[in-house]
């Protein structure tokens, strides 16, 4: 039935270059041999017999909860529109998949987009989609959660933790130090960034301590 089948197949197409595509002798002479050329490969190749065999996809690697997810609701509270999208982006970049992540929260931005928190969440994915590292994209939307709510400390803190993360303690010091230059004593979130300068600092003595050869 197949052979019955790939024979039909190719006189319909032998047919179509003649009466549509106007190929003459020579062109129709080099398509059949093509043809021919395909047909011998199936019956040299093909196992039409053969049982189908669906592929697994393949497993993700689940996560650990993002800082940024630990963090989140004491730093910028308990987000209402924005909460939707973040936790979903959570349940994503849990399962590994760390692109649809993003994705998600570039919907919520879509629907929300003077959202500060949505804004934070994505140049959290972000950087968490390159493997720590701060790109153009991520900077881009925590500067662009900095502009929208520039008195609220959450992009700043978020930004500077991303900034940790990739390694960049000095930057990440001279944000969270700015940031606590203008926050009021008696601020709920400030023991959460004289924490982090803290551990900053514990890491330099660590550092400082250590033998060199």
Do not use: C
């Not at 701060?134 to 930004?159: C, D, V, W």
């Not at 001279?174 to 004289?194: I, K």
């Amino acid at each position: 039935m197949g052979w019955l089948l790939m024979i039909a197949l190719a006189a319909l197409v032998l047919l179509a270059l003649w009466k549509v595509a106007g190929f003459g002798r020579l062109g129709l002479q080099l398509a059949g041999a093509a043809l021919l050329l395909a047909m011998a490969g199936y019956a040299w190749q093909g196992r039409p017999a053969l049982a189908g065999r669906p592929v697994p996809p393949p497993a993700r690697l689940e996560l650990p909860e993002s800082a940024f997810a630990q963090t989140r609701e004491a730093m910028l509270g308990a987000v209402d529109q924005a909460s939707f999208w973040l936790r979903m982006a959570d349940s994503y970049h849990q399962r590994g998949d760390t692109y649809s992540a993003a994705a998600i929260l570039r919907s919520g931005i879509r629907a929300h987009p003077r959202d500060p928190d949505l804004w934070v969440g994505l140049g959290n994915a972000l950087v968490v989609h390159a493997d720590g590292m701060m790109t153009p994209a991520a900077e881009l939307a925590f500067n662009r959660a900095a502009a929208i709510a520039p008195e609220h400390p959450g992009p700043k803190f978020f930004y500077g933790l991303a900034l940790a993360q990739g390694g960049r303690f000095d930057e990440a010091e001279r944000v969270w130090l700015a940031l606590l230059a203008r926050a009021p004593a008696d601020a709920e979130w400030r023991p959460m960034v004289v924490e982090r300068v803290q551990m900053i600092e514990q890491l330099r003595a660590m550092q400082r301590a250590r033998p060199t050869r």
